[in-house]
């Protein structure tokens, strides 16, 4: 089991930025690939970006392919999404998540990750 608390988010203006941290605790934080998905309100989860178990592969949704870069720190246990260039369109609750699959591909549905952190949230304002 991996235990997942999420921090860093807040409220700023548009084109500003964040820096979500994703702090995992347990002793096989490496096994997993890890992601972040999002949350707005009276919206569905969709998925952000996903870094595989080395942190050798990313990948990203459309929406925020340039603006945001997931990385991880695996000697710290920690998942890191820096957000750049926020948008209103961006304000959601933040969610860390663990996927203990053994895939070649990062997988973008939210079923295939078994763990989850309590969110922080984002809001940007214009």
């Known amino acids: 089991q991996v235990q997942l608390v999420e921090s860093g988010g807040g409220l700023v203006q548009a084109g500003g930025s964040l820096r979500l941290f994703c702090a995992a605790s347990?002793?096989?934080?490496?096994?997993?690939?890890m992601g972040w998905f999002r949350q707005a309100p009276g919206k569905e989860r969709e998925f952000v970006a996903a870094?595989?178990?080395?942190?050798?592969?990313?990948y990203y949704t459309d929406s925020v392919k340039g603006r945001f870069t997931i990385s991880r720190d695996n000697a710290k246990n920690t998942v890191y999404l820096q957000m750049n260039s926020l948008k209103p369109e961006d304000t959601a609750v933040y969610y860390c998540a663990a996927d203990p699959g053994s895939t070649w591909l990062l997988r973008i549905q939210d079923h295939h990750y078994d763990y989850w952190g309590q969110g922080t949230r984002v809001t940007v304002s214009s």
């Open positions: 347990g002793r096989t934080f490496s096994s997993y690939a």
């Open positions: 870094i595989s178990r080395s942190g050798g592969n990313t």
